[in-house]
């Protein structure tokens, strides 16, 4: 009997292993949030898109960004651009969920370098998906990619060149324009840059393609990476308290960057 009473006291007092995967709440969260915005875009011929990205432990900042897009009230969706955690533990997770639950729009989040850390791409996959997806809105496909190839070191397709012409296929007859998004862009320290001059090369297959969307670099810059008039925007960290709206018309797009 007292091996038994000091064994409850003992687990009462230890928390479970910060990598343990064992995470509570919302999960699958990526799919059902894409069926909300296929829902609600679907006949928009104008929407706005809000994307932030790297909020890793600056969670004052991050809810801040929240309550700003918030008060807006003219965001049709958000996509989060990975490193939503630090260090990955499942703690983290929860955080970085607790504040993005908060949005008054759906969102998606793609996964990080930081994410990958100890068991993290196991806790993203439970609790958001797949670490490549893709939706439509409004004849738009955003086609999102895992382009951490580091955190494998390099052993993965990562981009993965099969599912990009995958979707380059998939409901063709649904969508004319196409935004890539991704964490780490091509020539940066996490993208396989052996692959860089053939990546360019896939995202010519994608119909309409508009530009690219990436975060990691903690700045707000735009490039046209490849000298080739396909533009880069890089998306800010939250603690340089800024991010962009994407506005998609019949006509192209607007890019606005907002700080607050």
Sequence with gaps: ?????????LSSCFKTHPYDVNVDGDLNINARQMAIIES??????????????DT???LNDAKDQIEDINRRGDIDFVVHCGDLTDTATGDEFEWSREILLGLH???????GNHDFLGTGNQTYEKMYGDLNFSFIAGRVKFVCLN????????LAAVPNFDYMEEQVKKDKELFDRTV????????SDQFNNNVCKAFRRYLDLFPG????IYGHDHNDTVSDIYGDGL?????DCASHRNYRIMTISPDGYEIEQIRY
């Design 180 to 187: 890539i998004v991704m964490h780490a862009a091509p020539y």
């Design 105 to 111: 729009c759906p969102f998606v989040a793609l996964i």
């Design 209 to 212: 393609l508009m530009c690219c």
């Design 231 to 235: 533009m880069f925007y890089a998306i």
């Design 40 to 53: 609600q875009c679907a006949d928009k011929k104008t929407f706005r898109v809000a994307f932030i990205s």
């Design 56 to 58: 890793h432990l600056w």
């Design 1 to 9: 009997m007292l091996v038994g009473i000091t064994v409850l006291m």
């Design 147 to 154: 382009t951490n190839a580091t955190e494998y070191d390099y």
